[in-house]
């Protein structure tokens, strides 16, 4: 009978598909406005609340990636923007953007965009002139 009680104990304490949901979703939004952090799947667990393990699966479930995945997917689009829209230097995106210093961020751009972040800049900026001379 203890054990059925704490069974029918331990469901109640669970969250609704659209409350977890929602906590997903915080916490992703959580994820995109500290970039600049140390964003471990043991810190995203612990906002939530959830054991790591079990927290990988949710954030998995609702986003069909890991967390892991989904902060470095965040960074590299965020490093992508600020290479095309911003003068700030490789090494202030990559300060920004929580590397430790600019080479490990140019080694994660490279090896996830196939370029090193100053190529990617000098391609978009070429490209951005192009279209400007063909529009006018």
Known sequence: L???FLTLGQESLRLRPTERFEEMR???EYIRENLDKE?????LAARVGL???YFIRVFQ??????PMHFVL???EEEARRLL????L????IGLSLGFSNQNYFSAFFKKRSGCSPSAYRALKNRFSEEKSFKQS
Do not use: D, Y
């Open 51 to 53: 054991n790591p393990h």
């Open 89 to 92: 230097s490789v090494k202030e």
């Open 2 to 4: 203890a054990a059925l």
């Open 26 to 28: 915080r916490t992703a």
């Open 84 to 87: 095309e829209c911003s003068s």
């Open 39 to 43: 964003l471990s799947v043991e810190l």
């Open 61 to 66: 479930h609702f986003f069909h990636e890991t």
């Open 73 to 75: 997917r965040q960074r």
